[in-house]
C-alpha cells in the first residue's frame, strides 16, 4: 500500500529488498525493522512490531517502581529532617528521593506519549514525520489528520497488546499478525492513490545536517531507490 511516487514499490537500497508498509531500515541493526517505532540505546535493539508491547510494558512497570520508591520514601525523607542524621545518610536518602522523583517524571511522561501514539494509531517515526516539515518553510502537517491506520481505541489497543485483554499488561500475547499487513480506515483504492510522502518518514524530512540528526536519533536511515 505505501508506495514511492512513481508508484513502485518500496524498495530498501541498504538490504537490496522490498518493504512492506511501516518497515523502515535502522543504521545502527543494520537492518529493515517492521513497524519501526525506534532505536532504543537503553535496550540496545529496535522497538518494532514485534517487540513493542514489551517496550510499552517496560514503561508501565518502570513508572510504577520509580513512584512506588518516591512516595513510599517520602517518610523517610522527611524522617531526616526532624531528627539528627548523620550527614551521608541525608545525603543519600535525598538523593534516592531526588534521582527516583526526577526518573518517575520523566518515564511517566514518556509513558503517556507512548499512550497517545498506541491510541493513534502511530509510531515514532510516523508522528515525526506528521511533525516535521518537509521543507525548512514549509509547515508541518496536522496532527488532527490521523493516521491512516487509525482503527478506532480498541482495536488499535489490541493491535500493540494483543487480542487478550487479561494479558495486557503482562510480557505475554504479543499483537497478531505477522507485521507485514495492517488495517486501515480508508479503502485500498484510497490508499494506492495516497502520496508517497504522506506515509514516509525519510521522504519529509530535508537531508540537512540539523534535520538528519533528527533522523539519526530514532535510527532511522532507509531514503528508498
Known amino acids: 500500500r505505501e508506495m514511492k511516487k512513481t508508484g513502485d514499490r518500496r524498495h530498501c537500497k541498504w538490504c537490496s529488498k522490498f518493504k512492506p508498509d511501516r518497515t523502515h531500515h535502522c543504521r545502527v541493526c543494520k537492518t529493515c525493522v517492521l513497524k519501526m517505532d525506534h532505536h532504543c540505546p537503553w535496550i540496545y535493539n529496535c522497538v518494532g512490531f514485534f517487540n513493542y508491547k ?5 514503561l508501565f512497570y ?3 517502581d ?3 520508591i518516591a512516595w513510599t520514601m517520602a517518610e523517610t525523607v522527611q524522617k531526616t529532617m526532624e531528627i539528627e542524621t548523620p550527614f551521608i545518610t541525608m545525603f543519600l536518602i535525598l538523593f534516592a528521593e531526588t534521582l527516583a522523583g526526577f526518573l518517575g517524571l ?3 511522561l514518556f509513558f503517556m506519549f507512548h499512550i497517545w501514539l498506541m491510541l493513534s494509531a502511530m509510531t515514532t517515526i ?3 514525520e506528521k511533525t516535521l516539515p518537509k521543507k525548512s518553510n514549509s509547515p508541518a502537517k496536522n496532527l488532527g489528520d490521523g493516521s491512516l491506520y487509525d482503527m478506532g481505541g480498541y482495536a ?3 493491535a500493540v497488546l494483543g487480542d487478550n485483554v487479561l494479558l495486557w499488561l503482562l510480557p505475554l500475547n504479543g499483537p497478531s499478525g505477522d507485521g507485514l499487513k495492517y488495517g486501515t480506515s480508508q479503502p485500498e483504492e484510497t490508499l494506492a492513490l495516497s ?3 504522506e506515509l514516509d518518514v525519510t521522504k519529509r524530512m530535508p537531508r540537512g545536517k540539523s ?3 533528527k533522523r539519526y536519533e530514532l535510527g532511522c536511515d532507509d531514503y528508498d531507490v
Do not use: K, Q
Open 62 to 64: 518502570s513508572m510504577l
Open 126 to 128: 510516523e508522528f515525526c
Open 156 to 158: 488499535n489497543i489490541a
Open 106 to 108: 520523566l518515564v511517566t
Open 54 to 58: 514489551y517496550f510499552f510494558l517496560m
Open 66 to 68: 520509580c513512584h512506588l
Open 211 to 213: 534535520d538528519d540528526r
Open 195 to 197: 502520496n508517497y510522502d
